[in-house]
């Protein structure tokens, strides 16, 4: 991938329940981000339907349809990658919680469905748990996606890292009253497997629930390159992956890690 790599991360507000509408917000704020040149957008968590779980099975992506039609169009109109977040979607009588990844030519080249469900927000009452780790290549750069509370599992990431992803993205629908959490988890997450963490959170309500936003782009040093705020917007940085190297040979944890200490007899 040339670099440095221009991402876009769409921080939406997303309408509880309407897929229609967030279709056509999610459609209209691609083409906004493409226009303003990027080599990859992001979008957050559920993005089709919110947290609507009473009804979702209804409202959920029949086989990821709409979202491979609509998103796919879009990322071969514009010749961009698009890591389309999540979004709810039915396989037979299962419902999940899949990342779709498309690259420049609108083909999907990776999905991930969530493999640690959220009880404090119901999900493991409604959603089936993925079983496959997401590890991709996009412009033959190796990367991995987790998704929200995926984030609280470090060996996850770790997977993903010793297995050559060199970033890990993260949609979410994360609420207060945890933003600290979400903030010192991905620090963590970024330094400890010296890779870029770049995630996507939504803004706005849910009945009782606030989403905070502060969507974040993280170095492998740990550094902030971009934290937002708590309102909707595009947000464009870019990252430059030849950092990643540099500082696996500056440190080298994962020559100096004793993986023969790490499980108990
Ligand atoms: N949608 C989610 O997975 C939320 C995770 C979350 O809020 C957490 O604290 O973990």
Not at 42 to 68: F, H
Not at 103 to 112: K, Q
Not at 162 to 179: I, M, T, Y
Not at 219 to 230: A, H, K, V, Y
Request: charged share 25%; net charge negative.
């Amino acid at each position: 991938m040339k670099q440095p790599v221009r991402i876009a991360l769409l921080q939406m507000d997303i309408a509880l329940g309407d897929p229609t509408a967030n279709f056509a917000k999610a459609a209209d704020w691609i083409e906004q981000a493409a226009q303003s040149g990027t080599d990859l957008i992001v979008l957050p968590e559920m993005w089709n339907t919110a947290y609507s779980l009473d009804n979702i099975r209804e409202i959920a992506d029949q086989n990821g349809a709409k979202t491979r039609e609509v998103i796919g169009a879009l990322a071969a109109k514009h010749g961009v990658n698009i890591l389309a977040g999540s979004v709810a979607d039915v396989r037979g009588e299962a419902v999940y919680n899949t990342t779709y990844l498309f690259d420049r030519t609108g083909a999907v080249c990776g999905e991930y469905s969530k493999t640690h469900l959220f009880r404090l927000m119901d999900e493991e009452k409604y959603l089936h748990a993925g079983d496959q780790v997401g590890r991709f290549a996009l412009d033959d750069v190796q990367i991995g996606s987790i998704i929200c509370y995926d984030l609280r599992f470090p060996e996850l990431t770790r997977t993903l890292s010793l297995s050559g992803a060199q970033v890990v993205f993260v949609p979410a629908q994360w609420p207060h009253p945890r933003l600290n959490h979400w903030r010192h988890l991905q620090i963590a997450r970024a330094i400890e497997n010296q890779m870029f963490v770049v995630s996507c959170n939504r803004v706005g309500r849910a009945g009782d629930t606030e989403f905070f936003g502060h969507s974040m782009v993280i170095d492998p040093w740990g550094e902030i390159l971009l934290e937002t705020d708590d309102t909707e917007g595009i947000h464009h940085v870019q990252i430059d992956l030849g950092v990643v190297p540099e500082i696996r040979s500056r440190i080298p944890i994962f020559e100096d890690r004793r993986p023969e200490l790490y499980r108990l007899k």
